[in-house]
């Protein structure tokens, strides 16, 4: 899948997500809470289609206090995979996936949380290549330093 593609399939996937909220059954006036957590969610909505996530993942924390709803978790995953989290984002995925295991979203969460953790694993990789180099760095200019002096 290309690079767009694929960006325009998770962002379809939240605003799906987000769209859910909107359901909320209509046929008494929603209250307070469910009003409060619909303005957080639209801002955080804003704050995420402009990639602005941190503010994204703040307002969706707080309409999730408010509103506990499984679109939630999985637009707090996104934000996180977004900011390079994704021990957190995968923690919300999951939490999304105990939620509502019906959700025809699953495969597509189970398939961010697989990309995540290769991604993960490829850091800490690269982290103990890079700790491994220096080490070897310092082992060869202490060498050089003992040949130097004898």
Known sequence: MQPMAH???LLGVVLALGLAFLALPAAAAPD???RQARQLFDKAEIHFSVGEFDQALELYKQAYKIKPLPGFLFNLGQCQRYLGNCEQ????FRQFITTKPDSP???EVKRLMATCAQSEAAKKAAARKAAADKAADKAAADKAAADKAA
């Open 7 to 9: 960006q325009s399939k």
């Open 32 to 34: 307070a809470q469910t």
């Open 89 to 92: 984002a995968n923690f919300f």
């Open 105 to 107: 979203h699953v495969p």
